[in-house]
């Protein structure tokens, strides 16, 4: 059966868009780095006008989808894109034509063909990292945009950079499940979202396309003992485990949703939860809780009241009248993560096997584990609870580029390999 195609695409028999064929990949790279600079910059006129549109969308405020901004364009520099690529391809030569060569490679990477990716209903700009690595693979791209045309935005001033890039780089709004037939003419399909939303997709996709699903997992933290030796130390992990818990509302994967802290410090796990409290209600002065539905904010109420009904009358909870925040001590082992806006349980735990038991007793599977001490059963935990990062309290919400996000690699999806054995 003949591959469907969408309207306007190049690709030949190779699947390869004959538009970008010829350009070195390294001026695509360039094209990407100069117009993630551009958009870097506070007083960039297109990024003026997405933040306004972002914030409507999502109910995010002003500075949450700054940082967003910036975390996502300051990551996209020339020297940490090339350095992903040669990492895992070897070098970023193997992506050229080589034809008419005196030497040529012994294997090349053709691009996987044309490549579809549906952004995020909650993650900022998430389309846009996929995006670069499969149009530096020299796949044609469409991705399923949201209502606030981050990406075509993007897209535009990346075309500004490198006209082929203008044909190459499409950006679509997204209609959503009724959109999904429209995803069989690909030759791969990047989504996030739930797991079960990953199993229907797969069901309407050809068997040959690629789908390259990123489903649902948590994030989570670990502060260790030996991290807890003054209230100043215990202040920094705060600190960190405050932004990792309050920005995007505690959605998506790289949010704070379950955190652990060891006893035997100077600083009890009470005490730290005490600091926790303190530090959110500073952070969200600045980050203020999103613009959302009356139902969210009753959630929270309904959780911070069943915790102070648990608590009885020794007991203390943090939280604050309008439910903007709520830090329960020490919920029990049986109670899940609330996965509520800007909500946590700081759970007390004598040593890391706790904390696994936690994960498997719930079915957790997590995207990456901040921790405030390195030690090798943390490493084994992130491992076991299936993470894909290891980072410090306050990164969560900012994972390096060359990062496997979900355990997959950035560029090697998009592509396939020829070897020259003549």
């Known amino acids: 059966m003949a591959r469907l195609r969408t309207s306007g695409s190049r690709c030949g028999a190779s699947g390869r868009d004959e538009t970008m064929v010829k350009k070195p990949v390294r001026s695509i790279i360039e094209a990407v780095a100069v117009a993630a600079d ?13 933040l306004g549109m972002v914030s409507a969308r999502t109910g995010y405020c002003v500075p949450v989808v700054e940082y967003a901004f910036d975390c996502l364009f300051g990551s996209l520099r020339y020297d940490a894109i090339e ?42 700009g ?3 990292v996929p995006a ?20 075509a935005a993007f897209f535009a001033t990346l075309a500004d950079e490198l006209e082929e890039l203008r044909a190459a780089a499409v950006a ?80 998506g994967c790289l949010s704070l949703h379950a955190l652990f802290v060891e006893r035997g410090g100077r600083v009890s796990p009470r005490r730290f939860g005490e600091i926790l409290a303190a530090q959110i209600e500073t952070d969200l002065r600045y980050f203020a809780p999103a613009a959302v539905d009356s139902g969210s904010r009753a959630r929270v109420a309904m959780a911070r009241d069943l915790a102070l009904f648990r608590a009885g009358t020794g007991g203390r909870v943090h939280a ?79 994972p390096p580029l060359g990062t496997f996000h979900g355990g997959r690699p950035r560029i090697s999806e998009f592509v396939r390999w020829i070897v020259d054995e003549t």
Not at 38 to 46: I, K, L
Not at 132 to 151: G, H, N
Not at 230 to 248: F, H, K, N, P, V
Not at 332 to 341: G, H
């Open 126 to 128: 998430v389309a846009i």
């Open 172 to 251: 679509q709004t997204w209609k959503g499940d009724s959109d999904a037939t429209n995803l069989r003419g690909f030759e791969a399909v990047v989504a996030f979202g739930r797991d079960a939303t990953m199993i229907q997709l797969a069901k309407e996709l050809d068997f040959s396309t690629r789908l390259i699903a990123y489903g649902s997992k948590a994030g989570a933290g670990y502060v260790a003992r030996e991290s807890l030796e003054t209230e100043e130390a215990a202040r920094a992990i705060a600190r960190g485990a405050s932004l990792d818990l309050i920005l995007y509302e505690t959605e």
């Open 320 to 398: 604050d009248r309008d439910a903007s925040y709520l830090v329960v001590p020490d919920p029990p082992f049986e109670e899940p993560p609330l996965f509520l806006p800007r909500t946590i349980g700081v759970r007390a735990v004598n040593e890391v096997s706790e904390a696994a038991a936690y994960f498997r007793h719930h079915g957790i599977s997590l995207e990456a584990l901040a921790v405030s001490h390195s030690r090798p059963e943390l490493i084994e935990l992130a491992i076991e609870a299936g993470a894909s990062r290891l980072t410090q309290f306050g990164r969560l919400q900012a």
């Open 83 to 124: 350095a992903t690529i040669a990492g895992e391809l070897g070098s970023v030569d193997v992506l050229d034509d080589f034809a008419g060569r005196a030497a040529r490679p012994p294997a090349r990477a053709l691009p996987v063909g044309t490549v579809c990716i549906v952004s995020s209903r909650t993650t900022v």
């Open 38 to 50: 551009r958009w870097s910059r506070a007083d960039f006129p297109a990024r003026l006008r997405a």
């Open 132 to 151: 670069i690595f499969a149009l530096c693979a020299k796949c044609r791209v469409v991705v399923k945009d949201r209502d606030d045309a981050l990406v």
